[in-house]
């Protein structure tokens, strides 16, 4: 009776600590899906986890660092600044959200985890400029060097494009965003004053004001 009742302490002892250990791990946030805008072209493109070129991005950026480091002093001068990026990376992880955050059913929604750009310095080491919280506007930017064998897979599977001419500015995907919204609106109003116009037209002239007409002389 004695050895049972030891055994039945040991099996609950050993349950209550497996338990306690699952609970306490939490999973890490690693993305599954990946944007990326090529700003010398405007070309876009995406790929998901187990892909090729998901792969290859990954190994170069590696989204799981968190750290940063100092770069070329050249680089923070406010005449200067850093070369213009290869490609930008918004890093997105599938499955969240759903009800009550969203209207949309639980596992539709894709969270938007961080934003990397691929820059060249002048000797050829390859950097990534990080934007942790993309959704945020802040000054949280963040630097490291990527592997140079990584970058030389990845130049050569075609996965990086045509090098860039220098945009405009270094907001990457946002200025891609800021410009198809700008577009969508601009396409819409237009649509309102067509129909506002044509409907005016088929009302004809509010009542008491002469009607115009156009006379070819």
Same mark, same amino acid.
């Given at each position: 009776?004695?050895?049972?009742?030891?055994?039945?302490?040991?099996?609950?002892?050993?349950?209550?600590?497996?338990?306690?250990?699952?609970?306490?791990?939490?999973?890490?946030?690693?993305? !599954?899906?990946? @944007? /990326?805008?090529?700003? =010398? &072209?405007?070309?876009?493109?995406?790929?998901? $986890?187990? #892909?090729?070129?998901? %792969?290859?991005?990954?190994?170069?950026?590696?989204?799981?660092?968190?750290?940063?480091?100092?770069?070329?002093?050249?680089?923070?001068?406010?005449?200067?600044?850093?070369?213009?990026?290869?490609?930008?990376?918004?890093?997105?992880?599938?499955?969240?959200?759903?009800?009550?955050?969203?209207?949309?059913?639980?596992?539709?929604?894709?969270?938007?985890?961080?934003? !990397?750009?691929? @820059? /060249?310095?002048?000797? =050829? &080491?390859?950097?990534?400029?990080?934007?942790? $919280?993309? #959704?945020?506007?802040? %000054?949280?930017?963040?630097?490291?060097?990527?592997?140079?064998?990584?970058?030389?897979?990845?130049?050569?599977?075609?996965?990086?494009?045509?090098?860039?001419?220098?945009?405009?500015?270094?907001?990457?995907?946002?200025?891609?965003?800021?410009?198809?919204?700008?577009?969508?609106?601009?396409?819409?109003?237009?649509?309102?004053?067509?129909?506002?116009?044509?409907?005016?037209?088929?009302?004809?002239?509010?009542? =008491?004001?002469?009607?115009?007409?156009?006379?070819?002389?």
């Amino acid at each position: 009776m004695r050895r049972l009742a030891c055994g039945v302490a040991v099996t609950v002892v050993l349950l209550t600590a497996g338990g306690v250990s699952g609970a306490g791990a939490a999973p890490a946030e690693e993305p !599954d899906v990946a @944007v /990326v805008v090529y700003p =010398g &072209t405007g070309r876009t493109a995406s790929w998901h $986890a187990g #892909e090729p070129d998901f %792969d290859r991005l990954r190994d170069l950026l590696d989204p799981s660092y968190a750290g940063t480091e100092p770069v070329p002093p050249a680089w923070t001068d406010p005449d200067g600044g850093p070369p213009p990026a290869r490609l930008t990376v918004l890093w997105g992880q599938t499955g969240v959200g759903g009800w009550p955050q969203t209207s949309r059913a639980p596992g539709g929604d894709v969270a938007m985890l961080r934003q !990397d750009q691929l @820059v /060249v310095a002048g000797d =050829g &080491t390859p950097w990534v400029r990080t934007d942790p $919280a993309p #959704e945020t506007a802040d %000054d949280d930017i963040r630097w490291h060097r990527a592997s140079r064998t990584a970058y030389d897979r990845a130049e050569a599977s075609g996965v990086l494009g045509e090098r860039p001419e220098p945009p405009a500015g270094d907001d990457g995907l946002r200025n891609a965003f800021r410009w198809a919204a700008a577009g969508l609106v601009a396409g819409v109003g237009g649509t309102l004053l067509a129909r506002r116009a044509a409907a005016r037209r088929d009302a004809g002239p509010p009542r =008491g004001e002469p009607r115009h007409e156009l006379i070819d002389l």
